[in-house]
């Protein structure tokens, strides 16, 4: 008997040609594929081995790419760019110049929809399914999405609108990984899911209604005896009660029930969702025992998984806010600490065990939880919305109408700002300067190191208003912090570096690198701490004492920080030229993090670099080019 092997297989298609019987290989391989590879270059794992045989049978059943299949956050994707011809570029994934960890449209043509946020999905594939309705094309669109994402009230807007929607062939497939909504599964779900998906089940239903659709009241009492009869094993009628044919829940890991209930559905069209379960982690053990700590995890070593580093890292952001939080918690009763579904990411593991009764995870809610902690603070509390800086764009609504306009005094600790890393552009934390400071009432700070996030959280929870506090993914510079809850005078920035003719102003993380550069250009540099409210009066000496300024942000420079030092230049009138150095008006990829702010020319030799480049020819004529070139050394 012939083995089939995991590289015969170099699109759907070579996996449609293989019996039934040979999936369970494929499977076996598929994982151990996926197990080795992301050992090796990190990456999100205990998602990807809990779809393994999901995707393959979806690729078996469906005519992948003209059926179109949405991954909904798109982290458990990896089986499915395996078996869709990037198997050899795994080893790029998450890298500069290689795969992206998540679906994306000028990847592959088997990627119908970029994602990396939750719960897109639904809506993604109910807009294609209605433009392949009105095409007359007779193709499936498939909608894959987490238990967690269903969270979202996005999801259910969307199964709102489908249920309204004629004409659509629109499968949702609830992947149930953590048990939350299911009975358990077994022999009798699988023989009932396929039952419920097959056409004689179908058919009597049709047939049902053609004869009795003249006799409305039997018509009712057959449609309610049909609902309750389901609902006896099964959480179907909700989602029948919004127009969805519910079959499951269904073995997630058993190809010989997967298959046949997709073909069934497959013919059937229409609006169709099928619940599965299944579990993280599956098919290796230490995943499966702790599939958070697998979730995402670095390289290591999968016979002997994921060890403690000999030596303690140094400290994180997250953990310096997770410490800050309790000890601001314990110091002050008013304080509630939110999240929406990143308890590990965000930090709060600490404060949810010590504060249980004023820790709220509200799931990937995140417009909820900022009208959440609204109302909280006009009940006179003090909430900290603990939130990735990608993650507030998705309430910017809720924080302007019902935080900001009623200046509502809440906290945003933004984790992830600035560049990510592997995460790439999905996730990247580039744009919050630019949208937060726009907004009335709102107070911007931007600390410079581990410390300096502490004592601007400590200020801006004292802040009697919505303020936010912007700090980036990773550990520091490792500068030390100092136990305590004291503040800094609220829109004021410091000097670190007194030099001559060039004033360079830093915001945020990038401070250490712009010192270097101060350094070795001679130059004057301001930690700005803020900004808004924004040091005008420490702006305004560096202009009067200065030849040129030069801003520095690891964010958009358009509308950021730099924005906010021109906008004041010249409202007083005052002609200065200003160089603004951050991130460019484009998406940055994944990488590496320190090498993405190289590339971009935000470390400290790329700062200083651009600064000459820029007033070489300004300082000339004063100077002399000689000069100027050797001003580092004045």
């Given at each position: 008997m012939t083995t089939v092997t995991l590289d015969q297989i170099q699109s759907p298609s070579d996996l449609r040609t293989l019996g039934r019987r040979d999936l369970k290989d494929v499977a076996d391989q598929l994982r151990e594929f996926v197990l080795q590879s992301v050992s090796k270059t990190g990456g999100h794992l205990s998602s990807n081995l809990g779809t393994v045989e999901l995707t393959i049978a979806l690729h078996y059943v469906f005519n992948t790419p003209d059926d179109r299949i949405v991954w909904d956050v798109g982290h458990q994707s990896y089986p499915h760019k395996i078996l869709t011809g990037r198997r050899e570029r795994m080893s790029t994934l998450r890298q500069q110049?290689?795969?992206?960890?998540?679906?994306?449209?000028?990847?592959?043509?088997?990627?119908?929809?970029?994602?990396?946020?939750?719960?897109?999905?639904?809506?993604?594939?109910?807009?294609?399914?209605?433009?392949?309705?009105?095409?007359?094309?007779?193709?499936?669109?498939?909608?894959?999405?987490?238990?967690?994402?269903?969270?979202?009230?996005?999801?259910?807007?969307?199964?709102?609108?489908?249920?309204?929607?004629?004409?659509?062939?629109?499968?949702?497939?609830?992947?149930?990984?953590?048990?939350?909504?299911?009975?358990?599964?077994?022999?009798?779900?699988?023989?009932?899911?396929?039952?419920?998906?097959?056409?004689?089940?179908?058919?009597?239903?049709?047939?049902?209604?053609?004869?009795?659709?003249?006799?409305?009241?039997?018509?009712?009492?057959?449609?309610?005896?049909?609902?309750?009869?389901?609902g006896l094993v099964s959480p179907a009628t909700f989602f029948e009660e919004l127009g969805f044919n519910y079959v499951g829940p269904l073995d997630g890991h058993d190809l010989d029930a997967l298959v046949p209930t997709l073909e069934n559905l497959r013919a059937l069209g229409g609006l169709q969702f099928l619940h599965v379960v299944t579990r993280k982690g599956h098919g290796y053990k230490l995943a499966e025992a702790d599939p958070v700590l697998y979730h995402g995890p670095g390289k290591f070593d999968p016979s002997v998984g994921i060890q403690k580093p000999k030596t303690p890292p140094r400290q994180t952001y997250t953990q310096v806010?997770?410490?800050?939080?309790?000890?601001?918690?314990?110091?002050?009763?008013?304080?509630?600490?939110?999240?929406?579904?990143?308890?590990?990411?965000?930090?709060?593991?600490?404060?949810?065990?010590?504060?249980?009764?004023?820790?709220?995870?509200?799931?990937?809610?995140?417009?909820?939880?900022?009208?959440?902690?609204?109302?909280?603070?006009?009940?006179?509390?003090?909430?900290?919305?603990?939130?990735?800086?990608?993650?507030?764009?998705?309430?910017?609504?809720?924080?302007?109408?019902?935080?900001?306009?009623?200046?509502?005094?809440?906290?945003?600790?933004?984790?992830?700002?600035?560049?990510?890393?592997?995460?790439?552009?999905?996730?990247?934390?580039?744009?919050?300067?630019?949208?937060?400071?726009?907004?009335?009432?709102?107070?911007?700070?931007?600390?410079?190191?581990?410390?300096?996030?502490?004592?601007?959280?400590?200020?801006?929870y004292q802040h009697p208003g919505p303020a936010s506090v912007r700090y980036p993914r990773g550990a520091g510079c490792g500068a030390e912090v100092v136990a305590g809850l004291e503040t800094v005078p609220l829109g004021k920035g410091v000097l670190r570096r007194q030099g001559r003719r060039i004033a360079i102003l830093g915001f945020g993380t990038l401070v250490p690198a712009a010192l270097a550069a101060a350094e070795a250009l001679g130059a004057t540099l301001a930690d700005m701490r803020f900004v808004k409210p924004l040091d005008e009066a420490l702006v305004l000496a560096l202009a009067a004492e200065h030849d040129v300024l030069v801003t520095v942000e690891e964010a958009c420079v358009m509308g950021g920080a730099g924005s906010a030092v021109t906008e004041l230049?010249?409202?007083?009138?005052?002609?200065?030229?200003?160089?603004?150095?951050?991130?460019?008006?484009?998406?940055?990829?994944?990488?590496?993090?320190?090498?993405?702010?190289?590339?971009?020319?935000?470390?400290?030799?790329?700062?200083?670099?651009?600064v000459r480049e820029r007033f070489q020819a300004v300082l000339a004529p004063r100077f002399g080019a000689k000069q100027a070139s050797a001003a580092g050394g004045q």
């Open positions: 110049g290689g795969i992206s960890g998540f679906p994306k449209r000028s990847e592959s043509e088997y990627d119908a929809f970029g994602t990396a946020h939750s719960s897109t999905s639904i809506s993604a594939a109910l807009g294609m399914a209605v433009a392949s309705r009105n095409l007359g094309l007779q193709r499936r669109h498939i909608a894959v999405i987490g238990d967690g994402a269903m969270t979202a009230g996005m999801a259910f807007e969307a199964l709102n609108n489908a249920g309204v929607t004629p004409g659509v062939n629109l499968l949702v497939v609830l992947n149930d990984n953590d048990m939350s909504i299911s009975p358990p599964v077994g022999a009798l779900n699988r023989y009932l899911a396929r039952l419920l998906s097959g056409g004689f089940y179908a058919a009597a239903k049709n047939v049902g209604r053609a004869v009795l659709q003249h006799v409305p009241p039997v018509l009712e009492f057959a449609r309610r005896v049909e609902g309750h009869a389901k806010f997770g410490r800050w939080l309790c000890d601001m918690g314990q110091a002050d009763e008013r304080l509630y600490g939110i999240t929406p579904a990143m308890r590990e990411g965000s930090g709060l593991v600490e404060f949810e065990q010590r504060f249980p009764e004023r820790y709220f995870d509200v799931g990937i809610a995140e417009q909820h939880a900022v009208t959440f902690a609204a109302g909280l603070a006009c009940e006179g509390r003090k909430p900290v919305v603990a939130i990735y800086s990608t993650f507030m764009q998705r309430g910017y609504d809720q924080f302007i109408h019902d935080v900001a306009l009623q200046n509502l005094d809440v906290t945003f600790a933004l984790d992830r700002a600035g560049l990510v890393g592997a995460d790439g552009a999905t996730h990247g934390g580039n744009y919050d300067i630019a949208f937060l400071r726009c907004v009335p009432n709102m107070v911007v700070a931007t600390p410079s190191d581990e410390n300096e996030a502490r004592l601007l959280l400590s200020t801006c230049l010249g409202a007083h009138g005052l002609c200065l030229p200003v160089l603004q150095l951050g991130l460019p008006d484009a998406f940055i990829d994944h990488g590496e993090q320190a090498a993405l702010l190289r590339g971009l020319g935000l470390d400290a030799a790329g700062i200083e670099r651009s």
